[in-house]
């Protein structure tokens, strides 16, 4: 996948010189590479809810809406991310990120990570609008592929 293959060329790159993130103070809120990621994240999770809620019966099934969240997952999931992972903003640096320090030290393996996800997104994005049966066997893998990295990669909330 030749964004991810980006990701991780920037990011060896910018560990390698170092590149400091902060020019100034970031009054009002956390810097803005946490900020875009955080929103990338958020974006992530309003288009898995209405799935989650077709799945769990809270909302009628829509093959329409489904494929159409499904979709935009798999598109957010290729965006070229690698302005915004980078060093210095991991939980330890900025009180706003909980991005853990790790996710620098495991690039490979982060990757693969967003790369699973992203397989996952594409292949939902492809059944998601073939019934309710379709939408549910589909959405486990993403929703697995979301933790994986979660579990290892995202600070625990307090
Ligand atoms: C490759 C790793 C990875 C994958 C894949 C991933 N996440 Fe995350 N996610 C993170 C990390 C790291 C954070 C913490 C980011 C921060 O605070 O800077 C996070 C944070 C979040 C947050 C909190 C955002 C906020 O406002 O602070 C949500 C919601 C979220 N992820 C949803 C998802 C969903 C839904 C998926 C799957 C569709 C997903 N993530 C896939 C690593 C990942």
């Known amino acids: 996948m030749p964004h991810l293959s980006k990701l991780a ?5 910018a560990t390698a010189l170092a590149v400091p993130v902060f020019a100034g103070s970031h009054a009002g809120g956390p810097p803005p ?14 288009n898995l ?9 809270s909302a009628d099934y829509d093959a329409e809406r489904a494929s ?4 935009n997952i798999a598109a957010l999931s290729k965006l070229n991310q690698s302005s915004y992972w980078a060093p210095g903003t991991d939980s330890d640096a900025v009180a706003e990120s909980n991005a853990l320090p790790a996710i620098w030290e495991n690039i490979p393996d982060v990757i693969a990570k967003a790369n699973a996800m992203s397989e996952a997104a594409v292949a939902l994005s492809a059944s998601a609008g073939d019934g ?3 939408l549910r066997a589909g959405f486990t893998p993403l929703n697995n592929a979301c933790n994986a990295c979660h579990e290892d990669y995202q600070k625990p909330q307090e």
């Open 132 to 134: 309710i049966d379709a």
């Open 33 to 46: 590479a946490v900020k875009a990621r955080q929103s990338h994240m958020q974006l992530y999770l309003h």
């Open 49 to 57: 809810i209405p799935m989650v809620q077709m799945i769990r019966g």
């Open 9 to 13: 060329l920037s990011a060896v790159i």
């Open 68 to 71: 159409a969240h499904a979709g």
